[in-house]
């Protein structure tokens, strides 16, 4: 389940990276979201695209969430929600 | 001169009339018939409200009445019932006129006259006594409705005499004639010396374009919401008018290009036009927007002028003012109308961008919805669309679309769907800022159109 939503997320930054002319740093989970290559509003339409794919949006999902640093932290965001949302 | 009199100087022959579904009402029998069972001499210096079910019915009620009463009030279809009281005292209503007689609401007036949807023959009086007020409800308002005043003059001081046409002149709209738009058509007709075919309630697009060509429409009316639902089915094709128009909301260059590949002998015009500031102009280059020439005054007195970005409007055919609104102001010192309507020029053009405060706000930066309508909408697999704001928490908002396909219902391939999603998304990118780009496109089958005509939005 969890590779699931890596892979889809992982395919969501590739896919906004290549219509906004990003270029995108490899996503290793050390990888600080500010150096992934996708500026805010790129950020955000992954964010939105998440939503509709997985049907969550971790970030009102839990007033109290910790906005995630590294690519790492993202993904393990989504994952705990979606698990917790099973 | 009252409407009646005027329709008689356009001389009406025994062919002109007014149809809906089911009735037909020929204007040359008002010289000696009436539908309002012999009561007109009851209306005499009244403020009428018309409140009917069939807009036949409310058009037969103001040749009847303007000259007989003192205003009138024109109800719109839409109008919430919960209202009517707050339009009864502010408009100082003592009759209504109805075709729905059993089901009155119960409003503290002297007189309730029943009309019918055609004329008895009956000696009538018609030498008009009044300067006849005519109060409209303006479009696209929620909340407690905003009625305006006009006269007889302000709302046909846009006609001009119609041109020659090798047969009768026949009108249709989509357009409820109880509002300003559909007004406009009502009387372009019977002044214009022509019929009108009239929609009826719940009459499907297909029917109602039936029944147009069966009375042989020549010219015809409707917003880009209207022609963009009637181009969706194969009725469209079944009436070829010489003159078809677009108003009401922003006629972007996909459908003026979709009207005139559907109607390729017609004149397509989009006109500007609103209940305030009445029809200010009509393009006829096939253009969307308008030549910066149209500002300045005009040889119909029409002056046009951009403050603040937004249109303002002076001329002969505004409305005189609110009606019980007197903190609210229709035209300002200078007598120009604010149209809150958002223009952009762009060489020696000037285009509609949007309204003034329907804007969507991503990041501090504004996005008028309707520009990034526009150029979806230039897809040519694209009927119609919605953009909005959609709630992020990045952003705090993101540009979200909704889109109908000209292939209509949602049982689509799901590959062409990525495909055109893709190309949409690429059209969009080639020429609007990445901002202005929708985040999020989702394709449905319909999108909800307003009584008024104008695509549903939700800030409106």
Redesign the interface.
């Known amino acids: 389940m969890s590779t699931n939503i890596r892979s889809t997320i992982v395919s969501q930054f590739e896919q906004v990276a290549a219509?906004?002319h990003h270029k995108l740093a490899p996503l290793t989970d050390e990888r600080p979201l500010m150096e992934s290559g996708l500026d805010?509003?790129a950020?955000?339409?992954v964010?939105?695209?998440l939503e509709?794919s997985l049907g969550i949006?971790p970030?009102?999902a839990s007033e109290d969430a910790q906005f995630p640093v590294t690519f790492g932290d993202f993904v393990k965001m989504y994952e705990t929600i979606y698990e917790s949302a099973a | 001169m009252s409407l009646w009199e005027s329709i008689s100087r356009t001389g009406p022959d025994a062919q002109r009339s007014l149809s809906t579904s089911g009735a037909t009402v020929r204007l040359a029998d008002f010289a000696c018939a009436s539908a309002l069972e012999g009561r007109l001499e009851a209306l005499h210096g009244r403020s009428v409200l018309i409140s009917t079910s069939d807009q036949l019915a409310a058009a037969l009620a103001l040749i009847e009445l303007d000259g007989i009463a003192r205003r009138l009030v024109l109800c719109p279809p839409d109008l919430d019932p919960k209202h009517l009281p707050y339009v009864v005292a502010t408009a100082e209503i003592d009759a209504i006129v109805t075709d729905r007689a059993d089901s009155v609401p119960d409003l503290a007036v002297e007189a309730v006259v029943s009309i019918a949807r055609q004329l008895h023959t009956v000696d009538v009086d018609r030498s008009p006594q009044h300067a006849t007020e005519w109060i409209l409800f303006t479009s696209g308002t929620t909340g407690v409705p905003k009625m305006v005043v006009h006269t007889l003059a302000t709302l046909t001081a846009a006609i001009k005499p119609s041109g020659t046409l090798a047969g009768p002149l026949v009108w249709a709209t989509f357009y409820d004639t109880r509002r300003y738009g559909g007004l406009q058509i009502l009387l372009r007709a019977l002044l214009g010396g022509g019929s009108l075919v009239l929609s009826s309630p719940g009459e499907s697009v297909a029917s109602f374009l039936e029944r147009a060509r069966d009375n042989g429409v020549t010219h015809i009316t409707g917003t880009p919401s209207h022609w963009r639902r009637a181009l969706m089915g194969s009725a469209a094709s079944s009436i070829s008018p010489v003159y078809a128009r677009l108003s009401g909301e922003i006629a972007d260059q996909g459908v003026i290009e979709n009207l005139q590949d559907m109607y390729p002998q017609a004149k397509v015009a989009h006109a500007f036009a609103s209940t305030e500031a009445g029809v200010a102009f009509e393009v006829t280059d096939g253009k969307a927007g308008f030549p910066a020439s149209f500002l300045g005054v005009n040889e119909s007195g029409v002056d046009l002028k951009v403050v603040d970005d937004t249109l303002r409007i002076r001329s002969p055919r505004t409305a005189l003012h609110y009606l019980g609104r007197n903190d609210e102001s229709l035209l300002d010192a200078n007598g120009f109308v604010d149209t809150g309507d958002v223009v952009e020029a762009r060489g020696d053009r000037l285009y509609f961008v949007g309204r003034r405060g329907g804007i969507i706000n991503v990041g501090g930066l504004k996005i008028h919805p309707e520009e990034v309508e526009a150029v979806i909408n230039r897809h040519p697999s694209v009927r119609m669309s919605l953009v909005t704001g959609r709630k992020n928490p990045i952003m705090g908002t993101i540009v979200a679309a909704e889109v109908v396909l000209t292939s209509g219902d949602g049982a689509l391939d799901p590959g062409v769907v990525e495909t055109t999603k893709s190309e949409i998304l690429a059209a969009c990118r080639s020429s609007l800022a990445a901002h202005k780009v929708p985040a999020s496109i989702r394709f449905t089958s319909s999108l909800a159109v307003t009584a008024s005509g104008k695509l549903g939005r939700r800030n409106a």
Do not use: C
Request: hydrophobic letters at 50%; a negative charge.
């Open positions: 219509e906004q805010s509003l950020f955000a339409i964010v939105a695209r509709d949006d970030f009102t």
